[in-house]
């Protein structure tokens, strides 16, 4: 039970982590219609600059000052590149952003070394928040899910609360009428761009101290964000939300279910013929955790190609 | 123009048929791995250039074709109907059977979409191969012989580089009928105006799952060719490193030329190999390399000398050569910049000169290029800061000229 239990708020955690990666790239794909390959990259971008400046700096104001360096650059990414290869549609942008994440992970891997840094949660959020029975749940964690939430909250009411978060939702559903009503539609793009990438490179510099920060951190979480906004749907803010949950609390139990599909066939009579056949059968589903939501992004696309909750394109 | 095309694929393939008496075995060796890379990269043309569709998870069929090779080299032990040189059959065979799964659904969606999915099923398979020991080997990977067969023993580099070579030569050749039969055609009709050809009656789906299969096919042919090459398959082949080099080769050559993405890998792999050991950040380069085609050059490296001529054409030679010299002269100048640069830092960020640095308690020189420099020093600065201002004011002078000449015709 208490497995259980702590299996779901790590779930719960890890999703609201990769909703943080996830809105930004949703977001921008959904006002310019340009999957930021790149995105993944801001992620490690924040945890490589708070790493670097927390010596400097302290803990938090590192946390902050990576989020807001990320989000720089992710504004240069957007003015002097993004917008130099617009004319040549789409594929071209997605494919020069591929190309950046490639120069970011090879210059970390210069810089850094390609090995995990030594980047650690300070002495002081090192401890438990609380425990169930003999097992402890450690308070930093639970403050990585406070960030995220707030966050959200943050996000959600700058977007349906203020001016600048008319302009922007009006941007993404029709630009052209926006920018002909006199709003300046490419600073709001290139702001859109910035604020996404400081979110992700908020989650890259709150994580990276929990889990590992190594050059390959951008590939990792870069692959199981784009199953997220592809399972939530394209652009779809909510479906992100929905889709990071799913895979956090997804991946998160199947690490600590020791059956595989050798012990269904078992139910139905069928166990010693499985396990003649090993291979996938045999398979323990703790083994198969990483596969799952590519597994489980196939299923969608078979089932319901545009994506939970995208539109029908 | 026909006759000069003949002439000159003819000649290509006598330079490279001649290739084992002018190499050492070493680059002979390299020769093999230019060749493979040249028809796997020209596999993904096919689907990215001429299908318009943007696959980041192509090692995922390179792979199965490896394996499937490895698994029937083992079995069949170069006897009954497969002998050794027919074995990229196999690899064809799974490459094609792969790419019609994944190309069934891959292609349901288009766009970015479909580049998510093909990324998400090489890394389903990525993250699947090392569980699965009995399929594909764990860590150390499944090793094999190549049998004698036809009289060959096939124990010799040479004897290896014309096998890979026939091969590489006649799936080229076929990919390029494709070009010129009815479903290459609409291949690249998919491309242009998907929603037209489905007005005019075709099966869009079924059009694109076929493309991808081709280009499948043809890369488990590549894999194939690896793995009897090094007689050895790992599952390393499904790294994502392996789908990102042949993006970034292809169209580093240029994916609207049916040559472009062969010209490409085959460039940049040889350039892989004969600095791989002058530098640890050749990546780096291939990446810089791949956004300046990406920004400046979006036709690819073939490109240019299309660009080339037509300046010339306009302008004339006495008034376009000039120009286009300074404009090279200002490409090796940024690029020697570029180098010193990321050579430097490279040097500068490794742990061994930082421990040095730590224990002396001051900055001490770097060898780089044969020599000593000093790593505070600004004479050391000064040289990138030099090459990439010189380069930079050059390129810019040479490029408002050609502009300005351009604009008075």
Redesign the interface.
Known sequence: MDTLLFGLLNGLIYGLLLFMVSAGLTLIFGMMGVLNFAHASFYMLGAYFAYTLQHALGFGPAVVAGALLAGGVGAVVERFFLRRVHHHGHAHELLLTFGLSFIVAETIKLVFGNFPVDYRVPPRLDGPAFAIGAQQYPLYRLLMGGVALLMFVLLYLLLTRTRVGIIVRSAIHKPRMVEALGHNVQLVFTGVFAVGAALAGLAGAVAGAFYTTSPNMAVETGVLVFVVVVVGGLGSLGGAMLASLLIGVMTSLAVSVDRSLADLFALVGAGAWADSVGGLLTLKLSSLAATLPFALMLIVLLLRPQGLLGEKN | MMRTSTFLLLGASALLAAMPALLSAGLLNAAVQMLIAALFASAYGLLAGRA?M?S?GHAAYFGVGAFATVHAMNALNGAGLLPTPLLPLVGAGAGLAFGVVAGW?AT??S???F???T???A??LH??AP??K??FGGESGISAMRMPAWGLSFGSTTQVYYLTLAWVLASLALLHFHTRTPAGRLTLGLRENAHRLRFLGYDVHRLGVSAFAISGLFSGIAGALQVLANEAANYVVFD?HVS?SV??NS?IGGVGVFLGPALGAALMSFFGYAVSDAT??W??Y???L??IV??FM?EGLVGLGATARHRVRVLGPARALPLLAAGMLAVLLLAGGTVFL?EL??RL???DYRALAATAGAWPPVTMFGRSWAAASAATWAWPAGLLLTGGALMAFARTRLLAREAQR
Do not use: D, K
């Open positions: 318009g943007l980041f659904f349901q969606r766009g970015t979409a580049a998510m999915i990324l998400a099923i890394e389903l993250a699947l569980q699965l009995s399929l994502a990102a993006v970034l169209y640890q950040a990546l780096l291939q990446g810089v791949f956004v990406m920004m979006p990321v830092l490279q960020c490794s742990q």
